[in-house]
């Protein structure tokens, strides 16, 4: 395997060509828009640049944002200080920073829009609106909307979530997210260079509805949508059934990224799993064995051990973290008085926000620390004779 094509130059995609470019394959990346922005806020977790430093240590425009403020209905808001502030970027300025790496590597860019993939043997002949390539491998990274219906994942209306939002005037120095109710999603506000990203995602509810749940917020905070920008995505968030059978490998190609419907299915975060499993794919492909299929399933082993298997338990607790009661209240408002009340929860909420804790880890961390998250809100409420006195 000499010719390898990447169809899709976003994070994925762009990151992908750089390793291989970097190990010396003859890389070829086909998009049509390049670098472009979209309505997600563009922030990038500790885990993403202490993993991958170059996201922190370049000079691309970018806001550092270490708080970020939690609001529900009946339980108001709570300022979260980060101990490992969020890196805010524009998307198409992150998007363009990728693309440049992967060219400096040695991987051709090509604005262009692929309209087939044709197998010819053991490789591939590449239909664009610009002309044909031939490729021996693969690598589909085209996002959520891939028009390639024949590889990469396969997603149903019930594997979907929507996000929207608008660009507008302003500057803030923090993240606010607001949760809604009977809303599986949220609304986040993320300060950028020059501008906010406002916007809402759920699953479960037409765009045109989400849309007018976003308007009413950013009225009520006095944001003047009318003059914003508007832009719309949709987002891989797949069901548990969906994602034992998620088709990530076939044939001579393997996805990537939303390609390959690897997003946080609570959170919708997908930069992070988009540079994680494209470097996966790539350590798949340099693997030292002789078998294209020991490489695919390699990387199938590769995504699951890292963290295939903990976004599929994420799904489980979609709805009950944003439908769910506790309490006699909703989780979105527990959450928000246990992190106002209790340094120990809000200690797990800090190793969320910065993607320390997998949500495997997760049910275990909160049962050990209930008994001594309640005494701590007891405490603070003056109310002694409400929890034991046993803080363990």
Same mark, same amino acid.
């Given at each position: 395997?000499?010719?390898?094509?990447?169809?899709?130059?976003?994070?994925?995609? !762009?990151?992908?060509?750089?390793? *291989?470019?970097?190990?010396?394959? $003859?890389?070829?990346?086909? $998009?049509?828009?390049?670098?472009?922005?979209?309505?997600?806020?563009?922030? %990038? =977790?500790?885990?993403?640049?202490?993993?991958?430093?170059? *996201?922190?240590?370049? !000079?691309?425009?970018?806001?550092?944002?270490?708080? =970020?403020?939690?609001?529900?209905?009946?339980?108001?808001?709570?300022? *979260?200080?980060?101990d490992q502030?969020?890196?805010?970027?524009?998307?198409?300025? %992150?998007?363009? *920073?990728?693309?440049?790496?992967?060219? /400096?590597? @040695?991987?051709?860019i090509e604005k262009?829009?692929?309209?087939?993939?044709?197998?010819?043997?053991?490789?591939?002949?590449?239909? =664009?609106?610009?002309g044909i390539s031939d490729a021996d491998f693969c690598i589909v990274a085209t996002g959520a909307r891939n028009p390639l219906r024949d590889v990469g994942t396969q997603l149903t209306s019930d594997d979907t979530m929507s996000a929207l939002g608008y660009y507008v005037p302003g500057d803030q120095a923090k993240i606010d997210i607001q949760f809604l109710p009977r809303l599986e999603g949220y609304i986040w506000i993320f300060p950028r260079c020059g501008h906010l990203s406002v916007g809402i995602c759920g699953r479960g509810e037409p765009a045109g509805s989400l849309r007018k749940r976003l308007e009413q917020y950013m009225t009520e905070r006095?944001?003047?949508?009318?003059h914003g920008s508007f832009y719309s995505h949709l987002l891989?968030? %797949? /069901?548990?059934?969906?994602?034992?059978?998620?088709?990530? =490998?076939?044939? @001579?190609?393997?996805?990537?990224?939303?390609?390959?419907?690897?997003?946080?299915?609570?959170t919708g975060e997908g930069l992070y799993y988009a540079i994680r499993s494209a470097d996966l794919a790539v350590r798949a492909l340099l693997l030292e064995v002789t078998s294209l299929a020991e490489k695919m399933t390699h990387y199938q082993r590769l995504l699951?051990?890292?963290?295939?298997?903990?976004?599929?338990?994420?799904?489980?607790?979609?709805?009950r973290v944003f439908l769910g009661?506790?309490?006699?209240?909703?989780?979105?408002?527990?959450?928000?008085?246990?992190?106002r009340r209790s340094p120990r929860f809000s200690a797990i909420m800090q190793d969320l926000f910065s993607g320390r804790q997998t949500?495997?880890?997760?049910?275990?961390?909160?049962?050990k620390n209930l008994n001594g998250s309640l005494y701590e809100i007891g405490m603070s409420l003056g109310m002694r004779r409400l929890v034991p006195r046993k803080a363990s």
């Open positions: 395997m000499k010719r390898v094509a990447i169809l899709g130059g976003g994070p994925a995609g !762009a990151f992908a060509a750089e390793r *291989l470019a970097s190990a010396g394959l $003859d890389v070829r990346v086909f $998009d049509e828009k390049l670098a472009w922005e979209k309505p997600c806020g563009g922030g %990038l =977790t500790y885990k993403a640049y202490h993993q991958y430093p170059f *996201l922190l240590n370049n !000079a691309t425009p970018k806001k550092f944002v270490s708080e =970020t403020v939690l609001a529900a209905p009946k339980a108001g808001a709570v300022s *979260l200080n980060l502030p969020m890196l805010i970027y524009s998307r198409f300025d %992150l998007n363009r *920073l990728l693309l440049e790496r992967a060219e /400096h590597a @040695g991987a051709q262009a829009r692929v309209l087939e993939m044709t197998r010819q043997g053991s490789g591939w002949r590449i239909r =664009t609106n610009l006095e944001i003047a949508w009318k891989p968030s %797949l /069901h548990t059934s969906s994602w034992r059978k998620n088709r990530v =490998t076939g044939d @001579g190609w393997l996805a990537v990224g939303d390609a390959a419907g690897l997003v946080d299915p609570i699951r051990r890292d963290f295939a298997a903990d976004l599929e338990f994420g799904s489980r607790l979609a709805s009661r506790f309490l006699w209240g909703s989780v979105p408002a527990r959450m928000i008085q246990f992190t949500y495997l880890e997760l049910r275990q961390r909160l049962l």
